[in-house]
């Protein structure tokens, strides 16, 4: 059997495996989800002395060097944090999947190679038998 062959399917299985638990993942979101305390209008409050009273969610991007916010309302917050792990499971994932494609092609190097020195030295005889005396 072609060890070649055998690489590469079992290569292929691994991209389809990690492409399927791509297409299982849900809703993906990019940026991480962190809680900020902030300050409320009532001067009088402990917050403006310093006591992390008030919290907000948010989720931070990070694009072209800089830091995008979104507020993230307290009733979607753990639906907004499985979002970024799926998509951090996605990243991973997909990653995987370049690498292993890069595998795949350089698995099949080696035979290609190996089929166009055959055929460069099939031609250069066939050269030689036509030219030479
Ligand atoms: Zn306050």
Request: hydrophobic share 30%; charged share 30%.
């Amino acid at each position: 059997m072609d060890t070649t062959l055998v690489s590469q399917n079992r290569l292929m299985q691994s991209i389809d495996r990690r492409r399927r638990e791509l297409s299982e993942l849900g809703p993906c979101m990019n940026g991480s989800l962190c809680r900020r305390a902030g300050k409320c209008a009532n001067p009088d409050c402990e917050c403006h002395k310093g006591v992390r009273r008030h919290f907000s969610w948010q989720v931070t991007q990070a694009e072209n060097g800089r830091t995008h916010t979104i507020y993230i309302p307290a009733d979607m917050v753990d639906q907004v944090r499985g979002w970024t792990e799926n998509h951090r499971k996605a990243r991973k994932l997909m990653k995987e999947i370049s690498a292993l494609c890069e595998k795949y092609i350089r698995s099949a190097v080696p035979k290609l190679r190996a089929g166009l020195k055959r055929k460069a030295r099939l031609s250069a005889a066939e050269e030689g038998n036509g030219h030479e005396q």
